[in-house]
T-cell receptor, first 111, second 114 residues
Framework: SQQGEEDPQALSIQEGENATMNCSYK?????LQWYRQNSGRGLVHLIL?????REKHSGRLRVTLDTSKKSSSLLITASRAADTASYFC???????????FGSGTQLTVLP | DSGVTQTPKHLITATGQRVTLRCSPR?????VYWYQQSLDQGLQFLIQ???????AKGNILERFSAQQFPDLHSELNLSSLELGDSALYFC?????????????FGPGTRLTVL
């Protein structure tokens, strides 16, 4: 079963705008990761944030984690058409080593 | 390119049949994970192997089985296939199989059961 929900399910923005996606999860986590999936293709790892971290940056990506609210957000700044994809959060909890994925956000960046 | 390879890319078969999906992990990675992605269930973890041994089990049906060979490649066997088994099957690999590892995903095998 999926760990959490992502919000919004779909997001459509203009090139150059920022895109924010949110993820909520249900149980305590060790870390939370964000992945991108282009249509029908493999998942690409974007960024990992540990449970003791609150914010992390990687290029145009900014991830925040609020363990008290069991939520995370992914911000993509200055979006490009090539950012069009589905974005998934995935968490690892307890002694588990496998990822539990959220339902994903479909991002469309219009040129 | 993640360095993880999966074959075949596409597989079309009939109900009741058996298929084998193959995964080669990134060079040096000891752990392999299998995931299923379907429209109704989303992305679900099936099973993990580490250095040839089963490490964790998720929502894997009894009709499905997997193994990891001495050269670290892995195979996922799906038998008595049903229409609902149609999905994308992903393999991922990581270094040591720790919870802090980054998992690298292969391009997937799209299985269609007719």
């Amino acid at each position: 079963s999926q760990q959490g929900e992502e919000d919004p399910q779909a997001l459509s923005i203009q090139e150059g705008e920022n895109a924010t996606m949110n993820c909520s999860y249900k149980t305590s986590i060790n870390n939370l990761q964000w992945y991108r999936q282009n249509s029908g293709r493999g998942l690409v790892h974007l960024i990992l944030i540990r449970s003791n971290e609150r914010e992390k940056h990687s290029g145009r990506l900014r991830v925040t984690l609020d363990t008290s609210k069991k939520s995370s957000s992914l911000l993509i700044t200055a979006s490009r058409a090539a950012d069009t994809a589905s974005y998934f959060c995935a968490s690892i909890s307890g002694s588990a080593r496998q990822l539990t994925f959220g339902s994903g956000t479909q991002l469309t960046v219009l040129p | 390119d993640s360095g993880v390879t999966q074959t075949p890319k596409h597989l079309i078969t009939a109900t009741g049949q058996r298929v084998t999906l193959r995964c080669s992990p990134r060079s040096g990675d000891l752990s392999v994970y299998w995931y299923q992605q379907s429209l109704d269930q989303g992305l679900q973890f099936l099973i993990q192997y580490y250095n040839g041994e089963e490490r964790a089990k998720g929502n894997i049906l009894e009709r499905f089985s997997a193994q990891q060979f001495p050269d670290l490649h892995s195979e996922l066997n799906l038998s008595s296939l049903e229409l609902g088994d149609s999905a994308l099957y992903f393999c991922a690999s990581s270094d040591l199989g720790h919870s802090t590892d980054t998992q690298y995903f292969g391009p997937g095998t799209r299985l269609t059961v007719l």
